[in-house]
Each structure stands twice: as structure tokens, then as C-alpha cells.
């Protein structure tokens, strides 16, 4: 069995599960999950059906010979204008007939659109209702098979070495933020990346406490830290880490928030293994830093899932619940940001394990000078 068909056949029991007849996956990254597919227009329709079970690909003329020849698992169907007009024909086949009972199409709420929920509306009329049905796909994708595992195992590799490249060939004092920011882009893509995972974040100095800054044109000078904060894409999959960098001697007070942030990151990476709890994952770095002085500086969450996206289910924060599952791809990234100072965030991304994590990012954390 392909993993496509395999995780059809999951959702499929989900949506049983749920008393529903069809589910309308439309979100793109949630279709490439389902099928492979990393088009631009692109739809699922899965279910146990009310005449017959349904698995159907749907998409236009522009991919619909590149398909349906490779995506062997589901009948691929071509739309001649609107794709929504394939659940709306698949709602039809499936109806009850000479009933009042309505079909039970599930949509998810988080992803379709008040103008398509209204279309999709119009086009079924009353031979279905539609029923809310949002997070069944991103309740599989939590849990990595070895095939997702090892593309972002390529991709962690390769930011790997970007960060051996910037830290030693490349340089940071001198240049500007922006110029380091696309040295990274273009040297990503001849290491054998499709691309970054996210607009790499440079922050020098002052910058450093703004957790998610902007590269400028501003030039990195001497004897400060500098925040580099990237991943690369290999498949469709994402990677994710950070480093802090000095670029000569530092004030006592950026070295020891630096260990701070390290032994607080080390900690919780040795917590984390299947069954550790979200949220007490979380609250191990914010004691430490916390009990250091800094904790009004942490205001960001632990961590979070990386998989298609480069932010996804599960999160590591405060008021997270549940605990992390083996297969889980999770990051650990706490940070200390001193306003109109400094900042220091040390990340890496790990694949849970039943006796604790694989690390994927094996970049240095020793405080180097770049």
C-alpha cells in the first residue's frame, strides 16, 4: 500500500467516525499531504458515501494530465471551470433519494472561505448539509512517517550548512543584514534545497529583541550578537533552527544571557520524549529563565510543529494541553530578547521518540564568533 492510499484510508475512518458521509479537504497543504499533489488548484473529496465509498482527486486542465497517470490511488477527475463543482457532483451521485435526509458533506471551517462556503452552498442546494469538520487532516499530519522524517532530515542537513557556511566562509560583521539574508537564499538553493522554509530572520544588536525582525540595511558591527534564524524546504518538507552569534568580545551581561539560553534549552531538550506533556515541557525553560531574572523577556511560546509547514500542530506554550506522541516533529527554542539591546534565541528541531528526541539540527551551540 502507496502512503498516499494509507493516509486516505486513515482520514476516511476519521470521517466515519464523525458521521459523515464525504469530507472537502481544499486547503493545498493538505491536499499535497493526501496525494502528493503541489499544484495550485487542487481538492479532495474522501469518504464512506451513501451509495458507494469516495475517493476522488479533483483538479483543472492545467494538471489534470500530469495527475492521473501518477495518482494511481484515487479517481482523478477534472473540473471544467469551478473545482468546486466536483464535490457538488459527487454530493448529487451520493444523495439520498426520495428522502428528506440530507447528505452530510464535512468542509473545514478554518481553511474555506466565506465566499466558496457560500458557492459550495449554492452548488449542492438541498441534497447536502454542510457540516463543519476542520483539523482531521492536521490530526494525521502530528505524527511523521519515516518517508516525512527523512526530507526534513535532508532539509535540517543543508541548513546545517548554511550555518557552517555563514559562520566561517561567509562572515557576518561588515555586512548588512539584508546581504547576509540573500547569501543564504541563493546558497540554499545550490546546496540542493527547493528553497528556505521562511524569509530568513538576520537580526543584529538592538534588532536581536525583536523576535521576529526583518533584515535591513543595516550593517552588523563588532562585538555584538547576531540572531540567524532559518530553515530549508527539500520535498515540500521544512526544517527549522536558530543560532546566536557574537562577532567579537561581548559585555558580560550578553555572555551570561547566552548560557542562560543554553542551559535552558538543554534542559527541556532532554524532557522531551512521547508522553512529556506540552505544557511542562514549556515550563521548564520559562523556571530557568525566570528564576535567572529574565522571565518577562521569554514572551514567546517554547516551540511548535514543523512538517509541510513550517508552523503547525503541536505547540509547545503556557496554555498548551496534551502531550507530545512518538513521530511528533517539534521545535525547542527559547529565547531572551533586552529591548534596544540584545537578544539570544537558541533552536533545534527534533523528531520525538518513545525514550526521548532525535535531533535533527546538529549545528554547533558553542558561542562562536562569525
Keep these: 500500500m502507496s502512503v498516499f492510499a494509507d493516509r486516505a484510508d486513515r482520514l476516511a475512518e476519521l470521517v466515519r467516525s464523525a458521521e459523515l458521509d464525504l469530507l472537502v479537504v481544499s486547503n493545498l497543504v493538505n491536499v499535497r499531504y493526501l496525494t502528493g499533489f503541489s499544484g495550485t488548484n487542487g481538492i479532495v473529496v474522501l469518504g464512506p458515501g451513501r451509495t458507494s ?18 495518482l494511481t490511488e484515487y479517481d482523478v477527475q477534472r473540473a471544467e471551470t469551478d473545482i468546486l463543482q466536483i464535490p457538488a457532483k459527487i454530493a448529487a451521485e451520493q444523495a439520498p433519494q ?3 435526509d440530507k447528505l452530510r458533506l464535512g468542509f473545514d471551517e478554518a481553511h474555506l472561505t466565506v465566499r466558496a462556503h457560500k458557492q459550495l452552498g449554492e452548488l449542492v442546494g438541498d441534497r447536502a448539509e454542510l457540516v463543519p469538520a476542520g483539523g482531521f487532516v492536521e490530526h494525521l499530519r502530528v505524527v511523521k512517517d519515516p518517508d516525512e522524517v527523512a526530507r526534513m532530515r535532508r532539509a535540517a542537513a543543508i541548513a546545517a550548512d548554511l550555518y557552517e557556511w555563514v559562520a566561517s566562509d561567509f562572515g557576518l560583521a561588515g555586512r548588512t543584514e539584508r546581504e547576509v539574508a540573500l547569501a543564504l537564499e541563493i546558497r540554499a538553493k545550490e546546496l540542493g534545497a527547493d528553497g528556505l522554509s521562511f524569509p530568513p530572520i538576520i537580526a543584529a544588536a538592538a534588532n536581536g529583541a525583536l523576535p521576529h525582525a526583518e533584515p535591513g540595511d543595516i550593517e552588523i558591527p563588532r562585538d555584538t550578537l547576531v540572531i540567524v534564524d532559518l530553515g530549508c524546504i527539500v520535498e ?10 557574537a562577532t567579537g568580545s561581548l559585555e558580560d551581561e550578553a555572555k551570561s544571557v547566552y548560557r542562560v539560553v543554553r542551559e535552558a534549552q538543554a534542559t527541556a531538550l532532554a524532557g522531551v520524549r512521547a508522553g512529556a506533556e506540552s505544557r511542562e515541557l514549556d515550563a521548564i525553560a520559562r523556571r530557568m529563565i525566570d528564576e535567572a531574572g529574565y522571565g518577562e523577556q521569554f514572551g514567546h511560546g517554547l516551540g511548535h510543529g514543523v512538517g509541510l509547514e513550517v508552523h503547525e500542530e503541536p505547540r509547545l506554550t503556557p496554555r498548551a494541553e496534551g502531550a507530545l506522541v512518538a513521530g511528533n516533529a517539534v521545535t525547542v527554542e527559547p529565547g531572551v530578547y533586552l529591548p534596544g539591546r540584545f537578544g539570544v534565541r537558541i533552536e533545534d528541531l527534533v523528531i520525538v521518540t518513545e525514550e526521548g528526541c532525535e535531533v535533527l539540527t546538529p549545528t554547533s551551540k558553542e558561542l562562536t564568533v562569525a
Design 53 to 70: 465509498p469516495v475517493r476522488v482527486f479533483g483538479t483543472d486542465f492545467r494538471y489534470y494530465e500530469r495527475v492521473r497517470p501518477r
Design 98 to 100: 426520495g428522502t428528506t
Design 236 to 245: 515540500g518538507y521544512c526544517s527549522d533552527c536558530t543560532r546566536t552569534y
